[in-house]
């Protein structure tokens, strides 16, 4: 299980709260933008500008799936991805995503929740 540091509060973090902070650092990340490391990231991005059209689950359950299971990411050893969902904020146009998987240090099957692009 890893360790880390709440990016607000700056507060000690694990588990699932820690693993939630990493996928969302991951998919804000634009692939190309680490210097040492430029297939780290997420084309996810690209996708918050978009007008939400039909396609544009598609799109983006595309981008989350493909982005959690790089091994560049380091996300696939701890959480493996079973479900997608979109939750679309009608007054602010916000949009977040569900991911529900197998988080892989105990077998559980979880879901995270408010994962915002």
């Given at each position: 299980?890893?360790?880390?540091?709440?990016?607000?509060?700056g507060?000690k973090i694990t588990?699932?709260?820690?693993?939630?902070?990493?996928?969302?650092?991951?998919?804000?990340?634009?692939?190309?933008?680490?210097?040492?490391?430029?297939t780290?990231?997420s084309?996810m991005?690209?996708?918050v500008?978009?007008?939400?059209?039909?396609?544009y689950r598609?799109?983006?359950?595309?981008?989350?799936?493909?982005?959690?299971?790089?091994?560049?990411?380091?996300?696939?050893?701890?959480?493996?991805?079973?479900?997608?969902?979109?939750?679309?904020?009608?007054?602010t146009?916000?949009?977040?995503?569900?991911?529900?998987?197998?988080?892989?240090?105990?077998?559980?099957?979880?879901?995270?929740?408010?994962?915002?692009l």
């Amino acid at each position: 299980m890893a360790i880390g540091t709440h990016e607000i509060t700056g507060k000690k973090i694990t588990g699932l709260q820690e693993l939630k902070q990493r996928i969302q650092r991951l998919f804000r990340t634009r692939k190309g933008t680490l210097v040492i490391k430029r297939t780290y990231g997420s084309d996810m991005p690209k996708q918050v500008d978009r007008k939400i059209v039909p396609g544009y689950r598609l799109d983006v359950y595309a981008e989350a799936a493909e982005t959690l299971a790089n091994p560049v990411n380091e996300i696939n050893d701890e959480f493996k991805l079973h479900q997608t969902h979109m939750a679309i904020d009608n007054e602010t146009g916000d949009v977040s995503l569900i991911l529900k998987g197998e988080y892989l240090v105990d077998g559980r099957v979880v879901t995270l929740e408010g994962i915002g692009l």
